[in-house]
C-alpha cells in the first residue's frame, strides 16, 4: 500500500468512518488529480469490490436522471444506500459547464444516504471514464451499496461507460429515430440492457420492435463484440430473458415520472447482476476492465515521460519548427527521442530475468 | 511517479431556497459562470435548506450563491450557513447571495457567515471577478 501524506490518511480514515464530506473531498481530489490522488486510489483500492456498479445511458433529454431518480428511491425504500455520478459535458471552448441532473434527483433530496455528484467532462482525453471509474471506487470503498453511473450518450463517453459498470442499461425514448439510428456502432453492443422510457408516448410501441428486432439480429452467428447474446428464442419484452448459453438484452418500457416500470427495471437490473455471477462472465468483464484502467494508467504515464524527454530536447515548438523547416523529418526526431527510453527498458527487462517467467 | 496534470476547476452550487419561484436570476447567474469556465450545479426550485447543505457537502463546491427574492433570507439563510457549519463545509465555501435583501438585514446576514451580497442591477462580470478572487478553489 502507498505511503499517504498526512492530510491524505486523514481524509482516508474519515471516508472509511462514513463521513461524507471527506468522501465529497477525495471526489474532488480525484477529480482535480490533485497531489497524492493516486495514493489515496491505491490506498482505497482493497476497500473496493464489494458494490453493484450500473452504468446508465443515452441521449439528452431521454429522462436518464429522472429514471435514476426513481430507481435510487426503489434502492432506498429496500433500505440500500445509493451513489449517484452524473457526468455532463463540458463547453469545449471555457471549460465551464452547468450539471442539470441534480434537479431530477428530488425524490431523495436530503437523504444523506443518497449521495449524488455532479462531474463535467472537462474535456479529458479518454472521456470521463478515468476520473468517473476513480469516484466509483471511492464511493464503493465509502460503503455505498449501489452504485449508478449517468452519462450522457455523446460519442465516445457511452462506451466509456462499459469500463466502469457491471450492467449497462441504455435509454431511449420513442420516435428516437429510425433502426438505422439503433444500428450505429455502439449502441447495442453495449446495452445489457435496454429501457424505452416515456414508454406512455405513441411510438413507444414502434421503437421497443425495433429495438428487439436490433437485439435478436445481434445475436446471430456473427455477434462476437458483446458479451455474447444469443438464443434464438428470446422473444419476449419480459426481463429476465436469461438462459444458460447467454444473455438476451431485455427491452424494458418505462415511464419513469409516474414510477412505471421501473419495478421491472430494477428486476431486470438485478437478473443481469445475477447472470454475471452464475455464468462467471462477471469476473471476465472485471479482468477486462482492470486491463484496460492499467493500459490507461500506463499509456498516461509514458506519455509524460515522452513528454520530459521532449521538454529536455527543447520542447515541442522548437523540434517542430525543425521539421518544419525540413532541416530533419519526424521520423528521426522520434526515433532520437525514444533511443534512450529503449535502451532504458531493454536494461531493465535484462537485469530483471524473473520478469519473463510469467 | 505520476504525471497527470491537475486539472482543477472552480465548482458552484446555485440554489434556490423555500417557497419562491423566481429563477431567472439564477439562470442568469448559472449561465455567467459556465461562460467563466466554472462548474455550475444548479439545485432547482423551492429547495429546503437542508437540500441545499446536503448538495453543497456532497458537491464538495468552492462558491454556494443563493438566489431569493421571497423576503425569507433572514430565516433561510442562517440555517443553510449552520448546515454547512455541522459538514465542516462552512470555513472553504464562499457563499454569495443574490437577490432583494434590505439594506438592514445586510450586517445581520454577513455576521452569519455571507462573504457577499449583490443586489439587482449587478452585473455578472462583478460577481464573476468576486468569485475568481475570493473562491479558495482548493
Known sequence: ?358 | MSTDHAQRATRCLVAKVGLDGHDRGAHVIARAFRDAGFEVVYSGLHRAPEEIVQAAVQEDVDVLGISILSGAHNTLIPKVIEGLRSYDAFEDTLILVGGIIPEEDKPELEEAGVDAIFGPGTSTEETVAFVREHASNE
Not at chain 1, 464530506?21 to 476497500?47: C, M, Q, W
Not at chain 1, 453493484?52 to 441521449?59: K, R, Y
Not at chain 1, 432506498?76 to 459547464?97: L, N
Not at chain 1, 517542430?320 to 536494461?347: H, I, K, N, Q
Open chain 1, 1 to 358: 500500500m502507498a505511503e499517504l501524506s498526512d492530510a491524505n490518511a486523514q481524509l482516508y480514515e474519515s471516508l472509511l468512518d462514513g463521513d461524507h464530506t471527506a468522501l465529497a473531498r477525495v471526489i474532488t481530489k480525484i477529480e482535480n488529480r490533485a497531489p497524492g490522488y493516486r495514493d489515496l486510489l491505491a490506498a482505497l483500492h482493497a476497500e473496493t469490490g464489494t458494490a453493484s456498479v450500473v452504468g446508465v445511458t443515452g441521449s439528452p433529454g431521454t429522462g436518464k436522471s429522472t429514471l435514476v431518480d426513481a430507481l435510487t428511491k426503489q434502492y432506498r425504500e429496500a433500505g440500500e444506500t445509493v451513489g449517484v455520478i452524473a457526468v455532463d459535458p463540458s463547453s469545449p471552448y471555457t471549460g465551464g459547464s452547468v450539471l442539470g441532473d441534480r434537479i431530477r434527483m428530488g425524490s431523495t433530496a436530503g437523504d444523506m444516504d443518497v449521495f449524488v455528484r455532479s462531474m463535467s467532462a472537462r474535456g479529458r482525453l479518454g472521456g470521463v471514464s478515468m476520473a468517473t471509474a476513480d469516484a466509483v471506487k471511492a464511493l464503493d470503498a465509502f460503503g455505498k451499496d449501489r452504485i449508478i453511473v449517468e452519462t450522457v450518450g455523446a460519442g465516445q463517453n457511452e462506451v466509456d461507460i462499459v469500463e466502469t459498470a457491471e450492467t449497462v442499461a441504455v435509454v431511449v425514448q420513442p420516435g428516437s429515430g429510425d433502426d438505422v439510428q439503433l444500428l450505429k456502432a455502439g449502441i447495442l453492443e453495449i446495452g445489457d440492457l435496454f429501457v424505452v422510457n416515456k414508454a406512455d408516448k405513441d411510438e413507444a410501441a414502434g421503437t421497443v420492435a425495433d429495438l428487439e428486432t436490433m437485439i435478436h439480429m445481434d445475436a446471430a452467428p456473427a455477434a462476437g463484440l458483446s458479451a455474447g447474446h444469443h438464443g434464438p428464442n428470446a422473444t419476449d419484452s419480459e426481463p429476465a430473458a436469461v438462459d444458460d448459453g447467454g444473455w438476451t438484452p431485455p427491452v424494458i418500457e418505462t415511464v419513469a415520472t409516474s414510477g412505471e416500470g421501473v419495478d421491472e427495471f430494477r428486476t431486470a437490473l438485478d437478473d443481469h447482476r445475477q447472470y454475471l455471477v452464475d455464468s462467471g462472465t462477471g469476473e471476465g468483464r472485471r479482468r477486462r476492465q482492470a486491463e484496460t484502467e492499467i493500459r490507461r494508467l500506463l499509456r498516461a504515464d509514458v506519455g509524460g515521460l515522452a513528454e520530459e524527454v521532449l521538454d529536455g530536447h527543447g520542447g515541442i515548438e522548437a523540434v517542430a519548427s525543425r521539421v518544419a523547416r525540413r532541416e530533419t523529418d519526424p521520423y528521426t526526431v522520434v526515433g532520437e527521442l525514444v533511443d534512450p527510453l529503449e535502451s532504458a527498458v531493454e536494461e531493465s527487462l535484462a537485469t530483471r530475468p524473473e520478469a519473463s517467467e510469467k
